[in-house]
């Protein structure tokens, strides 16, 4: 079976993404990319997690052309080798439709600084698309304009959300970053009557991260 442990991989980032609540049903999808043939591994269409096996992934090149593969790929797989195309560091995606995060794409222009973790790891903001039009190149267009090369999330409109990394590791752990903070976002506001709580400092956001990225973790 071709590229049998990425297969695995979309097998088991399905069900830690279940499991961790970012996802439910069959929304959502999943893709990690070769870095050695460029070819794609991305979660089948509109399957339950806990019902797929390596072999319902399916492979695909950076045109979104089957490869190889028993089921139809996600319907969203151009969206997937449209992002992945442009950005070439980026190495897995991960796509849900958590609820706040799809709550703030529904009446922001983005997700402020309203925490203080989501801004070490992913940045001062997470912007939130213009509406596009699901199901066509569109919708990949959406998302690329609101990224930059340093983009770790991007909120859907009226969608849901996401996330980029260099493995699903990285991309699975920035969704529950971003929906947490989503999720204390929706709720400062309704507790604060609608008005905006108070953020993250914006002045000391770049010094913040840059001593987090230098500095967290263990040395290797
Ligand atoms: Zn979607």
């Not at 991989?9 to 279940?18: E, F, H, K, M, R």
């Not at 089921?71 to 797989?77: A, F, H, I, L, M």
């Not at 506001?189 to 000391?204: H, I, K, T």
């Amino acid at each position: 079976m071709l590229l049998e442990q990425l297969r695995e991989q979309v097998v088991q980032v399905g069900l830690d993404a279940l499991e961790r609540g970012v996802v439910h049903g069959t929304a959502g999808n999943m893709s990690v990319r070769d870095p050695e043939t460029g070819l794609i591994a991305i979660s089948p269409s509109g399957m339950p997690y806990r019902s797929v096996t390596p072999a319902d992934v399916v492979i695909v090149d950076a045109d979104a052309n089957v490869v190889d593969g028993r089921r139809k790929p996600s319907s969203e797989t151009p969206l997937h080798t449209m992002v992945m195309r442009a950005h070439p560091h980026i190495g897995a995606i991960v796509h849900t439709h958590s609820h706040y995060s799809t709550v703030v794409s529904c009446m922001r222009p983005c997700l402020p600084a309203i925490l203080t973790e989501v801004c070490l790891v992913v940045g001062a903001r997470v912007p939130v698309t213009r509406y596009g039009l699901t199901g066509t190149p569109d919708f990949g267009e959406s998302v690329l304009e609101a990224m930059t090369p340093e983009s770790k999330a991007v909120i859907i409109k009226n969608h849901g959300l996401i996330c980029f990394g260099a493995d699903f590791a990285e991309a699975l752990g920035i969704a529950e970053i971003v929906e947490e903070a989503a999720r204390v976002y929706v709720h400062a506001l309704s507790a604060n009557g609608g008005r905006e709580p108070d953020m993250v400092p914006a002045d000391l956001i770049p010094e913040m991260r840059a001593h987090f990225l230098a500095n967290y973790g263990q040395n290797t």
